[in-house]
């Protein structure tokens, strides 16, 4: 058990290393700030997301990136997170929702010292409102034998690959609903799956082999920048129930 948590933080360390390649020189980088509702500066990009449909990421160029970093965002008035010489690296994701709201993801990656730090920020604009409030969720528990379609849960079936005589369900929360709600404690009829939503920010559920040979893979989102992506299988002993049989972590990307 000791030599699996050492191998996952070695492996963690890793990833990090590498993320952070181009902040490493160690001087204050320049802050470019980022208006919203203005022209783009010289050295910030835009990159349309590949996960939210008509979403837009903010980045600093790469060749830019070494010197500069986005410091202070803004959308005309309203300042959303403010800039700091700590401030290694910032990227923002800007998402239209389908009532006119607009939602605003700010992830920082900062130093102090030789250590390093990863911070998702979220903000809502209504569509009559003026100003920007913090992203607040409610947490919706998710027993997978029985959850449907709502307003909130969206199940997407398709074909298993490895069972063919079984599907695959994916439970996400709606766009329209995904600064109000995520999926917290998942169940399978009497048997918790996962229950931990201390700093949730987006969960996904997967359930593969139907309901002989169950496989179930969670992936979630945190504060701290981090993605959980933990697939459990059913077993019977040592106790009966779901255990995790492996998990992958990974940092939040650049721009999604």
Do not use: C
């Not at 229950?195 to 309901?211: F, H, K, M, N």
């Amino acid at each position: 058990m000791n030599s699996v948590v050492f191998l996952q933080g070695l492996f963690l360390f890793i990833i990090l290393s590498f993320k952070y390649a181009d902040t490493v020189p160690g001087d204050i980088k320049d802050p470019i700030e980022l208006d919203l509702s203005d022209e783009l500066p010289d050295k910030v990009k835009i990159i349309p997301s590949v996960k939210f449909s008509g979403g837009s990421n903010y980045l600093v160029m790469k060749k830019h990136r070494s010197t500069h970093t986005i410091g202070a965002v803004v959308d005309k008035e309203n300042l959303l997170v403010n800039s700091s010489e700590e401030n290694m690296g910032r990227y923002v994701l800007v998402v239209p929702i389908g009532d006119g709201s607009r939602y605003v993801r700010v992830v920082t990656r900062s130093r102090t010292g030789s250590n390093y730090f990863t911070a998702v920020d979220e903000f809502i604009k209504g569509p009559s409102n003026f100003g920007y409030s913090r992203v607040s969720r409610i947490s919706l528990d998710l027993d997978i034998l029985t959850q449907q379609s709502s307003n909130l849960i969206s199940i997407d079936v398709f074909p298993d690959p490895y069972s063919p005589q079984s599907v695959t369900a994916k439970f996400t929360v709606n766009k329209e609903m995904m600064h109000q709600a995520v999926i917290g404690r998942v169940k399978y009829g009497k048997y918790v799956v996962n229950d931990g939503v201390e700093g949730l920010i987006e969960r996904s559920v997967t359930w593969e082999g139907g309901p002989d040979d169950p496989r179930i893979t969670i992936l979630s989102l945190y504060k701290d920048g981090m993605y959980y992506e933990i697939r459990y299988v059913f077993e019977t002993e040592p106790d009966e129930g779901f255990h995790n049989y492996s998990d992958k972590i990974r940092l939040i990307h650049s721009y999604e």
